[in-house]
């Protein structure tokens, strides 16, 4: 913007133009909530559109160990606000860091608050109602959360009869919450109950299968061919 400016003395006049460039301040900065160990967003915001070759912001984490912002970021030409990547290391109780920005002679701080991991543990089991003895199945593990961990959880399973043998542990890797488990059974005289216990982390979970004998077979009717010297049975399975 420009301004004219007069003056005179009653006999002689001037003019003068006098041009006025507008102040770019800070306005603003906010950071969203974020459980520690992953990235979120910060936005800064600046009280009128950035001047000509945009504006240069630096910013300051007072806890860099634990929250790494970008040093500056460039809000563009005739824009006023811009957005960048906050990255956050694992906490065990909520944590609140102040990240302060700067620019043109004007300060704002903002706080980046992590929250710490939730407690995995075992949601649920869940096979078949019934299986035939002596045949395999698969049974399922649930988690209440996904693993942050990097070596993975390694769950712990256990069956309630020598009938059903499960592995002793299953692990479920970085990032998932469920496994599918691989379980065989033996040859019982009549139905057997066993109840099947996955534990992790002090929970545990359980479900119970019905592992049902071998059906009997009944032959129904019995015809030797001579001419092929076959004998053709028919049963009931």
Same mark, same amino acid.
Do not use: C, H, W
């Given at each position: 913007? =420009?301004? @004219?400016?007069?003056?005179?003395?009653?006999? %002689?006049?001037?003019?003068?133009? /006098?041009?006025?460039?507008?102040?770019?301040? /800070?306005?603003?900065?906010?950071?969203?909530?974020?459980?520690?160990?992953? =990235?979120?967003?910060?936005?800064?915001?600046?009280?009128?559109?950035?001047? $000509?070759? !945009?504006? %240069?912001? $630096?910013? $300051?984490?007072?806890?860099?160990? /634990?929250?790494?912002?970008?040093?500056?970021?460039?809000?563009?030409?005739?824009?006023?606000?811009?957005? *960048?990547?906050?990255?956050?290391? =694992?906490?065990?109780?909520? $944590?609140?860091?102040?990240?302060?920005?700067?620019?043109? !002679?004007?300060?704002?701080?903002?706080?980046?608050?992590?929250?710490?991991?939730?407690?995995?543990?075992?949601?649920?089991?869940?096979?078949?109602?019934?299986?035939? !003895?002596?045949?395999?199945?698969?049974?399922? +593990?649930?988690?209440?959360? *996904? +693993?942050?961990?990097?070596?993975?959880?390694?769950?712990?399973?256990?069956?309630?009869?020598?009938?059903?043998?499960?592995?002793?542990? %299953?692990?479920?890797? #970085?990032?998932?919450?469920?496994?599918?488990?691989?379980?065989?059974?033996?040859?019982?005289?009549?139905?057997?109950?066993?109840?099947?216990?996955?534990?992790?982390?002090? =929970?545990?979970?359980?479900?119970?299968?019905?592992?049902?004998?071998?059906? @009997?077979?009944?032959?129904?009717?019995?015809?030797?061919?001579?001419?092929? #010297?076959?004998?053709? +049975?028919?049963?009931?399975?």
């Amino acid at each position: 913007a =420009s301004l @004219k400016i007069y003056a005179t003395d009653g006999i %002689v006049s001037k003019v003068a133009r /006098l041009s006025v460039a507008p102040v770019v301040k /800070l306005s603003t900065m906010s950071i969203n909530p974020v459980e520690g160990g992953f =990235s979120t967003t910060g936005t800064i915001a600046l009280n009128i559109p950035a001047q $000509t070759g !945009g504006a %240069v912001v $630096t910013l $300051t984490s007072s806890n860099p160990a /634990l929250v790494q912002v970008p040093a500056t970021v460039t809000v563009t030409q005739g824009t006023t606000t811009r957005s *960048f990547t906050v990255t956050t290391g =694992s906490v065990t109780t909520s $944590t609140t860091v102040p990240v302060t920005v700067a620019f043109n !002679g004007t300060t704002v701080t903002a706080n980046a608050v992590l929250s710490a991991a939730p407690v995995v543990s075992v949601q649920s089991v869940m096979a078949p109602p019934s299986v035939i !003895g002596g045949q395999s199945f698969n049974m399922t +593990v649930t988690l209440s959360t *996904f +693993v942050r961990d990097a070596a993975g959880a390694t769950v712990a399973l256990q069956s309630g009869d020598a009938s059903v043998q499960l592995p002793a542990t %299953v692990l479920i890797a #970085k990032g998932a919450s469920i496994a599918n488990v691989s379980a065989t059974t033996s040859v019982v005289p009549g139905n057997k109950g066993v109840s099947l216990r996955a534990s992790y982390n002090g =929970s545990q979970a359980s479900t119970n299968i019905t592992v049902l004998p071998l059906p @009997k077979v009944t032959i129904l009717s019995a015809e030797y061919k001579p001419a092929t #010297k076959m004998l053709k +049975v028919d049963a009931t399975t």
